[in-house]
């Protein structure tokens, strides 16, 4: 299929072809989500921790004496059912991360792009070139396109002058053509991919 390609300033240039593998898929919700999921859960840091029963610093004498006082039988200062007690089972350090194919997540990949293009939100632009590579000259080129959170996709690299310009804007992301991925994909608003950017991933998705 056939779309029609931008330049930074709104002007016309031209049109490109998109390969119907990549971009013509009826969008699954379930694929996606399973994608996201995985890229959420390996970004957890898995830091979680608390302090066990053999951790918390307490004396290891018996609080009192076991029979004779009229109450429950207890030894330890650090067990769980006292105040500052060791916590039972509590959460430890380690990975959140999972498993998923190489095929499914560019699967996933494939599925979002194709989302972004059914919904009207995939904009093609000839090339990351501004004469002016300041942040405000960026902006205004952004407000007059309309793109709110807007996502912008490159190719092997990310035109260093652009790259500069973006960089204090918070509702502009870009990223090489390696660093695309399903949850940012998903997350933008409008997603605006280079000529360049587009044959990279054509490429990254056969």
Not at 62 to 85: D, E, L, V
Not at 96 to 111: A, I, M
Not at 165 to 191: E, Q, W
């Amino acid at each position: 299929m056939k779309a029609d390609a931008i330049k930074i300033d709104g002007a016309s240039a031209g049109s490109v072809e998109l390969d119907d593998a990549i971009f013509g898929l009826e969008p699954r919700a379930d694929i996606l989500h399973r994608v996201v999921r995985w890229q959420r859960n390996n970004a957890q840091q898995g830091t979680h921790s608390t302090l066990g029963r053999s951790d918390v610093s307490y004396s290891t004498k018996k609080i009192y004496r076991q029979k004779g006082t009229g109450g429950a039988r207890h030894g330890s200062k650090g067990a769980p059912i006292f105040r500052h007690g060791g916590v039972y089972k509590g959460p430890t350090p380690r990975s959140h991360g999972h498993e998923l194919t190489k095929k499914f997540r560019k699967l996933g990949l494939r599925h979002a792009l194709s989302a972004k293009l059914l919904a009207g939100e995939l904009v093609v632009i000839d090339q990351l070139a501004v004469d002016n590579a300041k942040t405000s000259a960026l902006a205004k080129h952004v407000n007059d396109r309309g793109w709110k959170r807007a996502l912008i996709i490159d190719g092997a690299e990310v035109n260093a002058d652009f790259a500069r310009a973006a960089r204090n804007l918070a509702n502009l992301d870009v990223l090489p053509s390696m660093g695309a991925n399903v949850y940012d994909i998903l997350k933008s608003d409008t997603l605006v991919i280079t000529k360049a950017g587009l044959e990279a991933l054509e490429a990254r998705l056969k």
